[in-house]
């Protein structure tokens, strides 16, 4: 009986543990149409950082930049538990230039300029796809406020054609691939 009753507990524990944190994830802001750019994403979840990625063959890129991608903590311990991305889930990648001889630099690329920043968005609600995609980069490196979505053909097709999970690259995100 009493094992019983503890496994009840341990049970009611661990759902409230594993959903609990959800309803504390930062969530999507939108104005008409637009989606907010995300705030504090930089203390959420270091996803990945790549260097010069192109998506067709050839040459490599003259000036590569690096992608950093950061998703929710909430959403990160979820995506860990369940192999799952919540409602929500925002994933956001901002894109450096890649600087080298600076300072005392001789060789290798380290982050330079900021160029602009790009978000995945999964809002069931909201978009039929579920996920839908914003570029917020102004010009020179400036951000803009707010954004549309993309059109399903210019984001969203490769990314579920091509996406290791759900849509999302996990393939290329240590942290978050098999
Ligand atoms: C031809 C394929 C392709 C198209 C089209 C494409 N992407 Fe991606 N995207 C990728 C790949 C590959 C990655 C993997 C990470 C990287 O590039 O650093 C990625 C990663 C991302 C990520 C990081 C999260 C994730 O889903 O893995 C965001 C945000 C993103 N893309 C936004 C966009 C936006 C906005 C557009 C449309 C303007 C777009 N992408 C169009 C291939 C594509």
């Known amino acids: 009986m009493a094992s019983r009753a503890v496994a009840v507990l341990l049970f009611l524990g661990g759902t409230l543990l594993s959903q609990e944190p959800l309803s504390r994830m930062a969530q999507p802001r939108y104005e008409g149409d637009k989606l907010l750019r995300p705030e504090g994403y930089r203390e959420w ?33 979820y995506y860990r538990q369940t192999g799952r991305f919540p409602d929500k889930t925002m994933l956001v990648m901002e894109r450096y230039s890649a600087g080298t001889i600076a300072s005392i630099n001789r060789r290798g690329q380290f982050q330079d300029r900021l160029l602009g920043l790009e978000v995945a968005l999964k809002d069931e609600q909201r978009f039929p796809e579920k996920w839908a995609y914003f570029d917020f980069s102004g010009s020179g490196g400036a951000l803009r406020g707010q954004a549309a979505p993309f059109p399903k053909q210019a984001c969203w097709s490769c990314h579920n054609a091509h996406g290791g999970a759900d849509n999302v ?10």
């Open 45 to 77: 979840i270091f996803v990945a950082s790549n260097l010069g990625m192109g998506y067709t063959a050839g040459q490599p890129q003259a000036n590569p930049s690096f992608h950093n991608i950061y998703m929710q903590p909430e959403a990160y311990r």
């Open 169 to 178: 690259f996990v393939q290329f995100y240590p942290i978050l691939r098999k």
